[in-house]
Structure formats: C-alpha cells, structure tokens
C-alpha cells in the first residue's frame, strides 16, 4: 500500500514539476540551444522511469499480498510524536530571531529533555541552561560566529 | 613537478603546525560524531562547514578530511557496545563485536577495530598516493560528454547499490538533480523553481539538506524510539584494550584482505564502506575454518569489515580527486566543501592545487596514527559519550544542526528547510528509500547539467554526440546495466522454486 501510495505521490509531484517548468522558465532565442528547460523535463523523465521501475519491482515481487511493502506487517501507527517534533522546531525556528537563540534554545531543551528524558531535571535544567549559554559565548568569542541575542541586551 | 617532489612537498604542507592542529581536530571530531549513533560523516562535514569559511582552505579541508575517516574508526564503537553501527559502514561490525562484548571481550573487539583500521587504512592511503594520480591523467582525455556520462554512471551505480529497490535509488537520485535546478540558471539568468523567496536564488545549500536528511531525521527517529522505549542501552566497557596472542593470528590475515576489498570497492562510485563491510564479512566467514563461529562473537568478523570499510575511505577519494566523481556520500559533501572554496576536484586538481591534494593525502598518514593513539589508550573517554541519555542527545542534536544551518548565511529560511528536509528523511527512512543518491546527485548536479548543455552546444543540439565515443557509449551502457541487472536477479530469484 505504501508504496502504491509512493508511486501516485511521485507521477503527482512530475506532473507538477512539469507544470512548473513548461510555464514558469521561458525560454529564448538566444542563448545554448538546449535552454533552461531540456535538463529539468529530462529530469520528469526521470521522476516517470522511477515510477515504472518501482511498478516493475513491485509486480517482480509477487502478489500484494506477499510483496514487501515497507511498514506493512508492523502496524505502527501515525508517528503523532514525530509530528508534535516536527511542529516544535518549526515553532523553535520560528522564534529563534525574534526571542533569540539563548531563549528560544533554553526553552527547547526544557521543553524537550522533560518529555524524554523525564525524572532527571537537575540533568535537563542544566543541560537547557548551560548548553545556549556556553555555545553563544563559544560562536561569539572564539568562532566569530553571530547567533541572534534577540530580546537579550546584548 | 615530479610525483615524489610533489608527495614530499604534501608533507611539508600538512606537517605545518597550523595543519598538524587542523588534523588532530578533524580526527578528534570525526571520532566524534562516528561514536554518536546514526550521525556519520556527512553530516559531520556539514555542520562544521559554515565554521571553516574564514580558513585557509588546504587547513579547512585536511580538518574536513580528517573528520571524514575519523567518523569510520569512531562508528565501531556503538557498533560494539551497544550493537547500533555509528556509520553505516560498522553494520557489520555490531553483528560479531556486540557477541565479544557481551562476552567481556569489548576491548578485544574495539582493539583489532583501532588496529585494523590503522593498518588498512594507512594501505588505503598507500594505494591512493599511486593511482590518484594515474588516474586523472586518464580523467583529462574527458570531454562534456564523457563527464555526462561518467556522472550519469555513478548516479545510477549509486541509485542501485544502495538500499534495497533500484527504483527507489532512482527516485531519490532525480529528487536530489531536481533539488539542484533550483536557483538561478547558469547561462540564461532565469530564477528557476524559487517561489519568489530571495534565498533560494543561489540555489538550495547542500549543507542544508545534509542536515536535514541526516541529522535531523536522526534525532526524530531516536526520539521516537526514546517515546516507544526500543533505545538501546551500552555495555559497560571492561577490561585490558588488547587481544591475545591467538586472536591476532586470526585477525591479521582479514585485516590486510579487507584492507585490499575496501580500497578497491571504495574506488566504484556508490559502492562506499557498506557494501566492502559486508563483502569482507562473507568472504571470512568463506575462508573461516569455523563458519559457524560467525555471528556469535568471531574476531574475524570484526578485523575484516572494520579494515574494509577504512580502507574504503582512501578508495573514495580517488574519483573524488581525481575525475571529481564521489565515491560515496561521505566524498559527495567533502567535494561540495572543495567546490564552496572555489576549487573544483578533478584531472586538473594535482596541476593547479598540489599543495591542496597532496597536503590532504599526506595528511591521511599522519591523521591515521592518531586516530590509532586516540582509539585505544583514550577510548574510555569516547565511550562515556554512549552514556549521554538518548532524551537529551537527540534536542541536542537539534540545536547543533540549527546552529550549522544558520551559520550557513544567517537566514532563518535554512532554518525551516532543515526541518522539511528532517521531515523528509524521516519519510524517506519508513519509506526505505536511500539518501545516498540524493546527497550525491545534488552535489553533482550542477555540473551534470552543465556537461550536457555544453556537450550539446558543441554538437549543434544534436544527441549523438553522447554515442560518439567509446568512453561515453561504454559508460552509458554500464548506467543501464546498473540499473537493469539488480531488477532481472530479483526477478529470476522470484522465479525459482522455493526450498
């Protein structure tokens, strides 16, 4: 299923890979004879030829029932956690200008270590504190490297 | 310059003190990052890329090349300890050096994993300071076309020797050339593909997908194995780092044959350390005396992989060096880095940067021995890092890679695209499609796309012009061979009768 999923999810993303580049590059007359175009609608080619020699493996496997579907006899459900991750370091991104890299970091970790590694919270108070801290001064001081101070003054 | 002026001059390039530190760093946190479960060299050279931009490059690369072969002997640490491959190349490493561990033997197992990869490393060296080279003087007889194609053959090798589905290397070898369209077009100045943001007009950074595909999904598949409680614990390390007089004996030979696999396999493009684990790893059990020994704590099962897939590293940068093909994804991110410094791999490489190339090759000497002094009288402090509690490792994961993101050019758009780009790994991780090729194509895409406009050019836009040699005929016929013959064995395996 999964990878029927895949293969749909591909010929999709070439139609609008094409879509995009048969509408949005011009090409003109001057110029190398091949264009802005040729390499990316050879590259659609390419997105297509994958599809079939997915299909191929596929249909060289067996049945559905007995071709190897990734994830397919495990059961696992939707990765919810990976998804509150992933929102959770946009969020962290989101901010990091804004509030900082100290804040916005330290808030991170906390944030992070309690729900991880749960129990040990002079381990994961520490590690948000001191961990901003000591890689600000480090990237400023040592490396040149400016990371925001945002709300902080300095 | 003759070839030994020029190999003695590299000494004298990387025994500078400035470069003597340069290496020492490099190994160190290439020892490093191959002890942390799952991160590797590439993501290793990624995140301390933006670090190096202000330093001269012939430091920045032998640091950069010493993070690179450090991260091989660092991998067969949690490999051993906690039966989790650092590198992808110590796979086979975890199957008999977690046994000895278990068995009280984990300092056996991490000695003849640092000696071994000394010894064959230091070969893998040898062996690129002969045919580097060579070789490229073989690379000049190349024109657009034969690069095409050249490059059309090591992203379809790659596509198909890695993981388990030809087709879904492909996949991930397009997605990785259409990553590298976007950005503004070499010859026309047309933006391609930018959605109207500005910093997508110089194009998508590799560093940043690096990060993404690698560290990133890495820390949100641990942290979802933290969530699940499947996180592996370590054995606690114990006992003298040294092996007896009759596990030497058994070791030697498979170190020195799985110093010859790794070098040569390291040399195909997409082979890389995995494949010369396991293909030394068959071959002991083969020659073994005691086959059944294997998987259940065999000395050879550890000297023979480990060698292999150090000597691999040197194997890999000899079409890095030489033809600016990579070898493998740890090669791909290490030649973009040659590429950001304005220095482009390949036959001219040893002519207008000597000092470069060889400072880097002789440097691999010096960088060798002390990786095998940091690996086995101070493992104990690479050790201690295992027991970091996976809670805390993987956020801080997440903020070292936002930190390399946005040391890239301060732009908080990088900052987003990692965390797509974790996301994808992620995906593409459940999905068992590789990231290899992705890495690969994107690093080589540009300059694929400029060999065939150029290639075309010269013909007149006619596509004849990539059949017109027999260097390009017999590449492209290699491509799809690479492609069809892993496709045709499964389907005639599907085909025989079963046991």
Redesign the interface.
């Known amino acids: 299923m999964?990878?029927r999923i895949?293969i749909l999810a591909?010929l999709a993303f070439a139609a609008f890979?094409l879509y995009?580049t048969m509408y949005?590059?011009?090409v003109?007359a001057f110029?190398?004879?091949?264009?802005?175009r040729?390499?990316?609608l050879l590259?659609c080619g390419?997105?297509v030829?994958?599809?079939?020699?997915?299909?191929?493996?596929a249909f060289?496997?067996?049945s559905p029932a007995t071709a190897?579907d990734?994830?397919a006899e495990l059961g696992h459900p939707f990765?919810f956690?990976?998804a509150l991750?992933?929102i959770g370091?946009?969020v962290?991104?989101?901010v990091?200008?804004t509030i900082g890299?100290i804040v916005s970091?330290a808030a991170?970790?906390l944030g992070?270590?309690t729900?991880?590694?749960?129990g040990?919270h002079i381990?994961?108070v520490g590690?948000a504190v001191l961990?901003?801290v000591a890689?600000f001064l480090l990237?400023k001081n040592v490396?040149?490297?400016?990371?925001p101070s945002g709300i902080l003054p300095f | 310059m003759t070839a030994f002026n020029a190999i003695w001059n590299g000494f004298a390039v990387s025994f500078q003190p400035i470069n003597l530190w340069y290496t020492f760093l490099g190994v160190l946190l290439g020892t490093v990052v191959g002890v942390l479960p799952g991160l590797g060299a590439a993501v290793g050279i990624a995140l301390l890329l933006?670090?190096t931009y202000?330093m001269d490059p012939t430091s920045a690369i032998i640091m950069l090349g010493g993070l690179y072969y450090g991260t091989k002997y660092g991998g067969s640490t949690t490999a051993i300890l906690i039966r989790t491959p650092g590198e992808a190349s110590s796979v086979m490493t975890s199957l008999d050096g977690y046994e000895m561990a278990r068995r009280g033997r984990a300092g056996a197992a991490l000695a003849v994993a640092a000696i071994g990869s000394f010894i064959a490393g230091t070969l893998g060296v040898l062996a690129l300071t002969v045919f580097a080279v060579p070789l490229s003087a073989v690379a000049i007889k190349f024109g657009p076309a034969e690069y095409f194609c050249l490059m059309l053959f090591a992203m379809t090798t790659v596509a198909s020797l890695s993981g388990?589905?030809?087709?879904?290397g492909?996949?991930a070898?397009?997605i990785g050339?259409?990553l590298g369209?976007v950005g503004t077009?070499l010859?026309?100045g047309?933006q391609?593909?930018t959605m109207g943001f500005v910093g997508l007009q110089d194009g998508i950074s590799f560093i940043v997908v690096v990060i993404g595909l690698f560290a990133?999904a890495e820390a949100?598949r641990g942290?979802?194995e933290?969530?699940r409680g499947t996180h592996a614990s370590a054995i606690k390390l114990s006992g003298k780092l040294w092996l007896t007089h009759e596990e030497w004996k058994r070791a030697i030979g498979p170190i020195w044959r799985g110093g010859v696999i790794g070098f040569v396999i390291g040399v195909l493009p997409g082979a890389g350390g995995t494949i010369s684990a396991i293909l030394s790893y068959s071959m002991e059990k083969r020659l073994s005396r005691h086959p059944e020994q294997f998987g259940k704590g065999a000395i050879e099962g550890v000297a023979g992989p480990e060698s292999a897939n150090n000597a691999d590293t040197a194997g890999a940068m000899v079409p890095m060096l030489s033809l600016g093909i990579p070898g493998s994804g740890g090669t791909a991110v290490l030649m973009g880095a040659l590429v950001m410094y304005g220095i482009q791999p390949g036959p001219a490489l040893f002519s207008e940067h000597p000092d470069l190339a060889w400072g880097l090759i002789d440097s691999m000497y010096l960088g060798n021995v002390m990786l095998l002094i940091l690996n086995l009288p101070l493992i104990g402090l690479f050790v201690k890092l295992l027991y970091v509690?996976?809670?805390?490792l993987?956020?801080?994961i997440?903020?070292l890679s936002?930190?390399g993101a946005?040391?890239i050019s301060?732009d908080?758009l990088d900052?987003?695209m990692?965390?797509f780009f974790?996301?994808l790994g992620?995906l593409f991780d459940?999905?068992?499609?590789p990231v290899a090729p992705l890495v690969l194509s994107l690093v080589l895409g540009g300059t694929m796309?400029q060999s065939?406009?150029q290639a075309?050019?010269i013909s007149?836009?006619d596509p004849r012009v990539f059949a017109s040699s027999v260097i390009s005929v017999t590449l492209l016929a290699l491509s799809v061979i690479s492609?069809l013959a892993p496709?045709l064995g499964?389907?005639r395996r599907?085909k025989l009768p079963a046991a």
Not at chain 1, 115 to 118: A, G, I, M
Not at chain 1, 143 to 147: E, F, G, K, R
Not at chain 2, 389 to 392: D, E, F, H, V, Y
Not at chain 2, 430 to 433: C, F, N, S
């Open positions: 999964a990878n895949l591909t890979y995009l949005h590059i011009r003109h110029g190398d004879p091949v264009g802005p040729m390499f990316p590259l390419g997105l030829l994958s599809c079939g020699l997915m299909a191929w493996e060289a496997a067996g190897q990734p994830q990765p956690v990976v991750l992933a370091c946009l962290y991104v989101g990091f200008e890299f970091t991170f970790l992070l270590t729900y991880f590694n749960r040990r381990a994961n590690t961990m901003p890689t990237f490396l040149d490297v400016n990371l | 933006p670090l202000g388990k589905s030809p087709g879904k492909l996949l070898t397009v050339l259409i369209t077009d010859q026309s047309q391609r593909y990133m949100f942290m979802e933290v969530h509690p996976n809670g805390i993987y956020p801080l997440v903020v936002a930190i946005y040391g301060g908080t900052l987003y990692i965390v974790g996301a992620y459940k999905l068992e499609i796309e065939f406009r075309m050019t007149g836009a492609i496709l499964r389907r599907a």
